[in-house]
Antibody
Framework: QVQLQESGPGLVKPSETLSLSCAVSGDSISSGGFYWHWIRQHPGKGLEWIGFIYHTGNTYYYNPSLQSRVSMSVDTSKNQFSLRLNSVSAADTAVYYC????????????WGQGTLVTVSS | DIVMTQSPDSLAVSLGERATIYCKSSQSVLSSSNNKNYLAWYQQKPGQPPRLLIYWASTRESGVPDRFSGSGSGTDFTLTISSLQAEDVAVYYCQQYSHTPATFGQGTRVEIK
């Protein structure tokens, strides 16, 4: 069964760039048929969808609330996809999840375990 | 953005009793082209990621116990746990995938009375 695992720095300084990767096992990203998403959860709060990317790398969509600061990419050779969020502030402190969906806008399953990113100097 | 509002924010139910969670969307998530409601439900336990329970408002995900059921259409939806078990203690979220961006409800915490 497919599994996702996020990785990246747990601490990022304000104004710098948050970079996370999501390694996929049990499925090949390049086989197509799925869309790869990022979602975040602020501490003790609800869920915010960040965006998705398709395995080709040239099909993606970002939440308009974040699109000026977000970019995503795919590395099919490593079977992983990545998130970059520029100019971070304390408001970007959250648990970041990667997840799979069958469509560009759909339900999410499965999810990675999540990784907490704290923005602080 | 479509705003998803859940009620109540929390509820306490006795073991074996029914738990009912409501989710209301600010716009209809019913598609006229396929007559499907673009709504999902998730369960999140402490320290874990959300787990998909239901999609298309009422289709149970594989492996989800049949005590979980979803219903509703248009803007008003319900998640029902027919007989609450101890392992059902969690926060439950609804999510619409009808319009971008996908949005979630604020969550409903279910506890044992």
């Amino acid at each position: 069964q497919v599994q996702l695992q996020e990785s990246g720095p747990g601490l990022v300084k304000p104004s710098e760039t948050l970079s996370l990767s999501c390694a996929v096992s049990g499925d090949s990203i390049s086989s197509g048929g799925f869309y790869w998403h990022w979602i975040r959860q602020h501490p003790g709060k609800g869920l915010e969808w960040i965006g998705f990317i398709y395995h080709t790398g040239n099909t993606y969509y970002y939440n308009p609330s974040l699109q000026s600061r977000v970019s995503m990419s795919v590395d099919t050779s490593k079977n992983q996809f990545s998130l970059r969020l520029n100019s971070v502030s304390a408001a970007d402190t959250a648990v970041y999840y990667c997840a799979r969906a069958v469509t560009s806008l759909g339900w999410f399953a499965p999810w990675g375990q999540g990784t907490l990113v704290t923005v602080s100097s | 953005d479509i705003v998803m509002t859940q009620s109540p924010d929390s509820l306490a139910v006795s073991l074996g009793e029914r738990a009912t969670i409501y989710c209301k969307s600010s716009q209809s998530v019913l598609s006229s082209s396929n007559n499907k409601n673009y709504l999902a439900w998730y369960q999140q336990k402490p320290g874990q990621p959300p787990r998909l329970l239901i999609y298309w408002a009422s289709t149970r995900e594989s492996g989800v116990p049949d005590r979980f059921s979803g219903s509703g259409s248009g803007t008003d939806f319900t998640l029902t746990i027919s007989s609450l078990q101890a392992e059902d203690v969690a926060v439950y979220y609804c999510q619409q995938y009808s319009h971008t961006p996908a949005t979630f409800g604020q969550g409903t915490r279910v506890e044992i009375k």
